[in-house]
């Protein structure tokens, strides 16, 4: 069901609930002003997509998404990938990547796979974001400090030639800068600004002087982009090939991957905020239909938006209507105040993008983790940081993923344990169930021994069963292996087990398995475990067990 019908079957369309909608989409759609052109230049874009994507994405999620409250638009999480997009293919490259990208969130959306993405484990998120928050942070010293175009395709590159060209500031691009950082991060705390967002108070404040000062050297969207246009471009379709397909499928399944981790992390947060419920699988068709439809517009990327979801919940907004104003607002913008544009200066959108990347990277919580958490969690937390900062988003997410699994796997295999269980324990267990069944044994016969398995039999666990039960030290009669505490056992455990059984066989010992539930037994009679072993040495109860060892041990004597 769609967050629209949601909110619909719930009343929150009625009369009462306009007003507080309406003002909460108005001041989420002021919020998204300096931030998505700020998004759009740092992704190699023109200032005035950035704002063609927060309508048009903003629109299709609020109208087609899984969560009532979610605001989508340009995101900062975005820049590291897109930038190199644009880079390396174009601007129209970025868009057919965005429109494929879109097509693999709707196709993950109606096959089901939202809850997938929630498998991904903290410190890989913590790790990414971070490290995209430190490339953010960097790559606006250029226009922060007025410096001179640099060089370079890798981090360490770009991060040496801005160090060098750092006694090239310009002081006036400086000073703006500065000014309007102090203003982002002030304003909230003066009494009588706290209710207007810091970014736009930088913006009106900064184009002010900029317009009335007119320095020199300082550069802003009119002298790099020509100022913004009135309206939205006529709806366009990206010119598409199928060499152009295969060469962007790489980075349309990175978009897409990180569309979907942030898309539903805001919906997450979102819920945490005010206690309603998303629907994963219908939010990333929304957010499919929202990158289909934002390049056909001239945008690009755009997943949830988890500051501008948090501003909307705390102005008091609870349906999709406040995102449907927030979109509005945005188009009202776009015809009225186009061209006041002119003035802003490209170092006040670094400042505020530098605030951006100081919230993304989450400092505290960073070094919280650092030091609270277990150090296998803080090895894959900064190798993952620096995967990202380094090398590439998507290596680093892999990577990460890889070495969060076989650290889960680790885990897993420790806690699977082969327990030898002695002649006391099992007689009094045989005790209890010869209660209700007096012609059972009441205790296993000499030559008898019994191991339990406690735990998944799976490949990561293969080792530690397999060494304690061939390695008996004295072989016995008859070996009775219990799996009433196995919960699944994979193709790997199976073939291990009749490996098993065969080494056994060989040095004379009679192999009897019991207690398994039913889907590990029909897995091992599947798998021709059982027929291997004889379907009349499987038994479905320790008494029965017990018999059948009593038989076994008895003609082994004989």
């Known amino acids: 069901m769609t967050a629209l019908r949601e909110a619909w079957l719930a009343g929150l369309f009625r009369r009462g609930n306009w007003l507080p909608n309406i003002v909460a989409g108005v001041i989420v759609g002021v919020v998204a002003l300096p931030l998505a052109m700020a998004f759009a230049i740092a992704s190699g874009a023109k200032p005035e997509q950035g704002l063609y994507t927060a309508i048009v994405a903003g629109l299709a999620v609020s109208l087609f998404g899984g969560s009532r409250l979610q605001i989508a638009g340009p995101t900062g999480a975005f820049i590291v990938v897109l930038s190199a997009i644009t880079a390396r293919h174009g601007i129209d490259g970025l868009q057919i990547a965005t429109l494929m990208a879109g097509l693999i969130l709707l196709a993950m959306g109606l096959t089901r796979l939202g809850s997938v993405i929630r498998f991904i484990p903290a410190p890989v998120i913590v790790g990414f974001t971070a490290g995209i928050g430190v490339i953010i942070f960097v790559g606006q010293w250029r226009d922060f400090f007025g410096l001179p175009p640099v060089t370079g395709e890798h981090f360490h590159e770009k991060f040496w030639h801005l160090l060098q060209a750092l006694p090239q500031w310009h002081p006036a691009t400086t000073a703006l800068a500065l000014g309007s950082l102090l203003v982002v991060v002030g304003a909230p705390r003066v009494r009588w600004l706290h209710r207007i967002p810091g970014p736009l108070v930088a913006l009106v404040v900064a184009t002010a002087v900029q317009a009335l000062f007119h320095f020199d050297g300082v550069a802003t969207i009119g002298s790099a982009f020509g100022g913004l246009p009135r309206g939205l471009p006529a709806p366009t379709l990206p010119e598409v090939t199928l060499a152009r397909v295969i060469e962007l499928a790489g980075p349309a399944f990175t978009i897409a991957m990180l569309g979907a981790i942030e898309s539903l992390l805001s ?83 670094a400042a505020i993008l530098f605030v951006v990347a100081y919230n993304m990277s989450e400092v505290r919580h960073f070094a919280r983790m650092v030091r609270r958490a277990p150090r296998a969690d803080v090895a894959i937390l900064l190798i993952t940081f620096t995967l990202t900062v380094l090398t590439d988003l998507v290596v680093a997410v892999n990577i990460g993923v890889i070495l969060a699994m076989l650290q889960f796997l680790r885990r897993m295999s420790a806690s699977v344990e082969v327990a030898h269980q002695d002649a006391l324990e099992i007689e009094r267990e045989l005790g209890t169930a010869g209660s209700d069944e007096g012609s059972l044994p009441m205790r296993m016969p000499p030559g008898v021994m019994v191991y339990s398995i406690e735990g998944p039999f799976f490949f990561g666990a293969v080792e530690t069963c397999e060494r304690a039960l061939v390695q008996t030290h004295t072989d016995p009669r008859v070996l009775l292996i219990r799996l009433g505490r196995v919960p699944f056992m994979d193709m790997t455990g199976m073939q291990t087990l009749e490996a098993v059984i065969g080494t056994l066989r060989k040095r004379g010992v009679a192999v009897v398995l019991a207690e398994a539930n039913e889907r590990v037994r029909q897995k091992l009679a599947r798998a021709g475990v059982l027929a291997a072993l004889g379907e009349e040495n499987y038994a479905d109860s320790l008494a029965e067990a017990a018999r059948r060892c009593s038989v076994l041990a008895g003609e082994a004597g004989s």
Request: aromatic share 4%; net charge positive; glycine share 10%.
């Open 267 to 349: 919906a997450v947060v979102a819920d945490g905020m005010a206690g309603t419920r998303h629907d994963s699988n219908q939010e990333l068709v929304g957010q499919g239909i929202a990158n289909i439809l934002a390049p056909l517009f001239g945008g690009f990327a755009a997943t949830g938006a988890i500051a501008r979801t948090a501003t909307n919940i705390r102005n008091r907004g609870n349906s999709p209507l406040a995102g449907i104003m927030h979109a509005l607002t945005l188009v009202l913008v776009l015809l009225f105040l186009a061209p006041l544009a002119a003035s802003v200066p490209l170092a006040t959108l």
